[in-house]
């Protein structure tokens, strides 16, 4: 039997300050430590397995993206030139800024296990 190995939450005042407080460049999939790139990825699967099941009974912990989202927040920022985190960005806008990003992961994740990386993403093509 293969045995489960379990990520710890994502903490946002870790990721903020080992991460983003390095400029969002450090928040690109190729700029990542291993252990931000499998958090990011675990957080996105996990959002994008429960949008696939949402009329299904859950019964497993509630999905937080806040750890992807606050990244593709200060990606979009930087993107639009924008000064402050608290611009407005439609539902929209959002969700496919993340799942371009949750790509972005798990390309990166390939390309780290395989050496085959399907592309360079900088803080215009992300998202």
Do not use: H
């Amino acid at each position: 039997m293969r045995r489960t190995r379990t990520v710890p939450r994502t903490d946002l005042n870790k990721l903020s300050s080992e991460v983003l407080s390095r400029g969002c460049e450090a928040a690109l999939p190729q700029n990542l430590p291993d252990r931000w790139l499998r958090l990011l990825g675990r957080d996105v699967v996990e959002a994008r397995k429960a949008f696939l099941e949402e009329n299904e009974e859950q019964d497993g912990p509630e999905i937080d993206i806040s750890g992807p989202l606050l990244i593709v927040v200060a990606l979009l920022s930087k993107k639009n030139r924008k000064t402050s985190l608290v611009d407005e960005f439609s539902t929209d806008e959002l969700m496919a800024s993340l799942d371009s990003y949750g790509r972005a992961i798990q390309e990166e994740i390939v390309g780290r296990q395989t050496g085959v990386f399907l592309r360079q993403y900088t803080v215009e093509n992300v998202v």
